[in-house]
């Protein structure tokens, strides 16, 4: 059962950007790390971004560094990821999902998912 109410994606041009939102609907966002998510067409899910609960700290994947950034705001109950710079192996699914207070799995709360497509 969806946790989160994902908005933000859709088709963009490469070199665009898009801004994903992920506001909790069921539960407070306090003392949660986000984490997002993404899931291309026949490839595994992989990790894009967390943040901490505690100090806001965060963590990018590779391809992720420079290009997107992550950022929640509590009294929104909300979480983003603003991506920029979006390349056509951007294309995916993304979700977003909750843990006890650090990035480290398991992830309790998940979103719907949003598809973000990248192409000209």
């Known amino acids: 059962q969806e946790q989160f109410v994902e908005s933000g994606g859709g088709l963009v041009q490469p070199g665009g950007s898009l801004r994903l939102s992920c506001k909790a609907s069921?539960?407070?966002?306090?003392?949660?790390?986000i984490g997002w998510f993404r899931q291309a067409p026949g490839k595994e899910r992989e990790g894009v971004s967390c943040?901490?609960?505690?100090?806001?700290?965060?963590l990018y994947a590779d391809y992720a560094l420079g290009r997107f950034t992550i950022s929640r705001d509590n009294a929104k109950n909300t979480a983003y990821l603003q991506m920029n710079s979006l390349k056509p192996e951007d294309t995916a699914v993304y979700y977003c999902?909750?843990?006890?207070?650090?990035?480290?799995?398991?992830?309790?709360?998940w979103g719907q998912g949003t598809q973000v497509t990248v192409s000209s």
């Open positions: 999902a909750a843990a006890p207070l650090s990035c480290d799995p398991p992830y309790d709360y």
């Open positions: 069921k539960f407070r966002l306090d003392g949660y790390a």
């Open positions: 943040i901490s609960s505690s100090d806001g700290s965060t």
